[in-house]
């Protein structure tokens, strides 16, 4: 019970005297986390404490007039280059840190903010444009940052006819496109001098389309298109001649296209 009073007073002694550190000597801040010796891309988040309570904090960026702060702070948007932070922590009595903590950061530009930075971003103003994105086919932009810009998918189609031929007319007696395109339009054409049709749309089925038994004479330039949306139709061209079969000859068209031309190598 008599010790009770004894602890009071030492404790009470010891307040005034912990005060009187304070009071002479100012605090030290230290960064406790944010960019220091490497690169970022976006404004950075720096975080701090001071060895005393009840203190403020001022920051300063590149040597700027330090502002009053509060951990964690970020920094305003800076431009590309090499930039410092420093922060000192103000105590109860006025005195500031006169050894600021300080870091060193270089900061990349990223106008578009997609995390890669123009020295990477093969299009710094565009935001679905970097290095791994997805790539759109046939709209002549580089998304992806490969330096390729990737075509249109190819329709697909396999043409098997079966007849015969003489001086006079080439009749198909079986004429069968497999292996189509999901979603693809099989169109059966025949251009030149007495052609039996100009266009014939074949109805497909399970990827499959077959035309009924037809003739047509030399000079006559017979065609499957095959056709989708967006994707590269392929063109059978079948010209018949006399007294022979046709050689088939494959040509490619781009979507939209009136005429076929010879289809790109890849
Ligand atoms: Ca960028
Ligand atoms: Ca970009
Ligand atoms: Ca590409």
Redesign the pocket.
């Known amino acids: 019970m008599r010790l009770l009073p004894s602890i009071l007073l030492i404790v009470a002694c010891a307040l005034p005297a912990t005060a009187q550190a304070d009071q002479r000597t100012p605090p030290e801040t230290t960064i406790t986390s944010g960019p220091n010796g490497t690169t970022v891309t976006a404004p950075p988040t720096f975080a701090f404490v001071a060895d005393e309570p009840h203190v403020t904090f001022a920051c300063s960026v590149d040597g700027a007039r330090p502002v009053r702060c509060a951990s964690p702070y970020t920094t305003p948007p800076l431009p590309g280059g090499v930039h410092t932070f420093a922060v000192a922590a103000v105590d109860d009595f006025g005195h500031t840190d006169p050894t600021p903590a300080m870091a060193t950061f270089v900061m990349l530009v990223d106008a578009d903010h997609d995390r890669f930075p123009e020295s990477l971003d093969c299009n710094d103003h565009a935001a679905h444009i970097y290095p791994g994105a997805l790539?759109v086919a046939g709209n002549q932009v580089?998304?992806?940052?490969?330096?390729?810009?990737?075509p249109f998918p190819r329709a697909a189609a396999v043409l098997t006819a079966g007849g015969d031929a003489t001086a006079t007319k080439t009749t198909f007696r079986s004429f069968v496109v497999t292996g189509i395109t999901a979603g693809a339009k099989v169109e059966l054409r025949c251009s030149g001098r007495s052609c039996p049709f100009k266009r014939r749309v074949l109805k497909v089925r399970k990827a499959r389309a077959s035309a009924k038994r037809f003739s047509a004479k030399p000079g006559a330039k017979v065609e499957v298109w095959v056709t989708a949306p967006r994707t590269i139709g392929k063109v059978m061209r079948l010209p018949i001649v006399r007294n022979r079969f046709p050689t088939m000859k494959t040509l490619c068209v781009e979507p939209g296209a009136k005429q076929p031309k010879r289809c790109a190598s890849s």
């Not at 580089?142 to 990737?150: M, R």
């Open positions: 790539e580089d998304e992806n940052c490969d330096g390729v810009l990737a």
